[in-house]
């Protein structure tokens, strides 16, 4: 969705100093990394610092391996209530903060309640409490039962509650395994390995990230001066000289959504309109699902690094892959053909006087979005739709996503996310289901998978959303969105770097690759 990372011109003097001092030697214990941007709140994670990547300075709960499978790290032990509204959490014993100061529970549940007060995009709204009953034990009381809760387990970071302040997202302190050394915004980020770590310690000492475009990263890994560069879809076959190619597969996904109601004069709060006559046709959404060949968008516009997507969770255990559905255009007209739109003499399909169109509006400053638009509009041509796609800003696609299709993405490892984009109530909440989807049945589903026992118990529910055999949410029931693609991760890795088997990557917020950093390893003597 919005971007929540910058990347910066300036950061190409930092670049270019680089390049004049020599290349670190062999069996080296630095490591410099261009690989994305940094966050516009800082490093707090009380603001959302931390949820697409690991949170490098700050300790979590709990953890996950490259198979997404749950790992203790703070947390040692951790337990539900029958009622599914108290979680008991005991913590480790002899963890210190990064200055020394120990890392109780109290910092535990201090975190967990500031944060809910905080404003970042955290699920802390069914909390009631946060209350340490002794300094390794964490008691959090819910409003209701909401497994999706313990997706902050994994991503909210510990914070000191006897320094925690204004200026903590530029000076953090956490019991993670590395601290910050020095933060010259829009430039460069160094950090160096946290002497008082609890867990694995990392043979890399000191790490630095450049805050590069990617024509100066790419430039500095022909020259040998960085370790790792991520790089678009345009840029993957340039590899340079000493290094490998790492490709993670990816849930950051990119697809449109519809607006599902009809256009009936209705507006939200800001005076924005809601719905669409074209795209609130069941037949249409169902029919551009169907025929739309999502490989053919994969290769012209990715250059083949990606997949065709079907949901907004492909691959991950709480999709559905019953829902999937394979390319037929002819199919797809027939849909159209039996749903009364009739095409007319420009070969654009008409129904009772309205004609299939609508502008597929994307934001201009994406490239990978431009070219989504640009070749989706032309696949739509045979089935007789008409798309148009325009560029804007994100103020204007806030004005028109309520009844016109935006081209979005998106991609978590919390079935949160699918809750938000399909969940009645959330209907026009600021980006999430911005088309108002609306079903009963979807609900029901959420509800029953939010009142599981345990994440893993909650996704036969999740699934049952996308589709239970009748109904859901995917093209086989009311498809309230086309997904298109998943984008490949793509990085060009220093040979002598091993980093070792990569998760099936989030949206492209944050470093997403750092997840598994401690566990990097320089296998060159």
Sequence with gaps: MMETMKLSALAAASVLSLLSTPAFATGKTELVLAIGGEPDTGYDPLLGWGRYGHPLFQSTLLSRDADLATKPDLARAWRLSDDKLTWTIIIREGVTFSDGAPLTAKDVAFTFTKAATAGGALDLNAMVSAEATDDRTVVIRLKQPWITFMENFYSLGIVPAATYGADYARKPVGSGPYRLVSWTQGEQLIVE??????????????????????????????????????????LADAVPSGFNVVVADTVDNRGIHFPMAPAEGKEDSKGNAIGNNVTADLAIRRAINIGIDRQKIVDTVLLGHGTPAYGPADGLPWSNPQAVVRFDLDAAKHLLDDAGWVP??????????????????????????????????????????????????????????????????????????????????????????????????????????????????????????????????????????????????????????????????????????????????????
Aim: proline share 6%.
């Design 344 to 525: 007319g003499v420009d070969g654009v399909r008409e129904k009772n006087g309205l004609r299939a169109a609508f502008p597929i509006n994307y934001p201009a400053s994406d490239s990978t979005r431009q070219a989504i638009a640009v070749v989706l509009a032309d696949l739509l041509k045979p089935l007789g739709i008409e798309g148009t796609p325009s560029g804007t800003t994100w103020e204007g696609i806030e004005r028109v996503m309520h009844s016109e299709p935006v081209a979005f993405g998106w991609g978590s490892h919390s079935p949160l996310e699918v809750y938000s984009l399909y969940q009645s109530a959330w209907g026009g909440v600021e980006y999430y289901n911005p088309g108002f989807f609306s079903d009963a049945t979807v609900d029901g589903h959420f509800e029953a998978a939010q009142h599981a026992s345990s994440l893993e118990a909650s996704y036969p529910e999740w699934q049952k959303a996308e589709w239970d055999g009748a109904r859901g949410f995917s093209t086989k029931g009311e498809a309230g969105w086309a997904w298109l693609v998943n984008l490949d991760h793509i990085y060009f890795v220093n040979r002598c770097l091993d980093v070792g088997e990569t998760q099936i990557e989030p949206h492209g917020h944050g470093w997403p690759i750092t997840a598994g950093i401690q566990g990097w390893t320089w296998t060159c003597n």
């Design 193 to 234: 390995a946290n002497p008082n770590y609890y867990g694995r310690k990392s043979p890399f000492r000191r790490l630095t990230f450049l805050f590069t475009g990617e024509d100066t990263s790419l430039a500095a890994a022909h020259a040998g001066q960085v370790d790792m560069v991520s790089v678009p879809a345009a």
